[in-house]
């Protein structure tokens, strides 16, 4: 069931997708997390003004939302962004668990004025040696050490 709170912070999503885009940060996306109710971050796209590729919307608010609770996860939290994620934001937003997303414009949407993710999923799909960005392997042996050796770390935090 979608509530009036709901729907309160998605209009602040999208109002934060306005604001980004008008004040030049980047592309037109806003997020909020909110935590028993509350909005604990917020964000909207800085790509272009941070020359920061992964300074998507969600990205923005997942950092800020993980600062404010001095935590890796986002246990309980709710995540409403004014467009569908991307499958980067998709990937932070797996790792950083919150319960649910709320979206407003679609992925369909977004390709339409030009944010099309559906090179990336095409990537994914393919076999490594087919992807249009080459992916070299080298020095697996060494790098495998590493890992031996997470995998009896004392204290290791698992996430
Ligand atoms: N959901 C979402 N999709 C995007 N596509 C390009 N940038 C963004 C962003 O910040 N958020």
Known sequence: MITEKDKQFIKRAIELSEKGMDSHAGGPFGAVIVK???IIAEGFNQVTSSNDPTAHAEVVAI???CKQLDSFQLDDC???TSCEP???CLGAIYWARPKAVY???TKEDAAEIGFDDHFIYDEIDKNIENRN???INLDREEGRKVFKKWETK???VDY
């Open 36 to 38: 028993n109710g509350e």
């Open 63 to 65: 950092r800020k939302a």
């Open 78 to 80: 709710i995540i409403y």
């Open 86 to 88: 991307c499958p980067m």
């Open 103 to 105: 979206y407003a414009c």
């Open 133 to 135: 960005i080459k992916f």
């Open 154 to 156: 004392k204290g290791r």
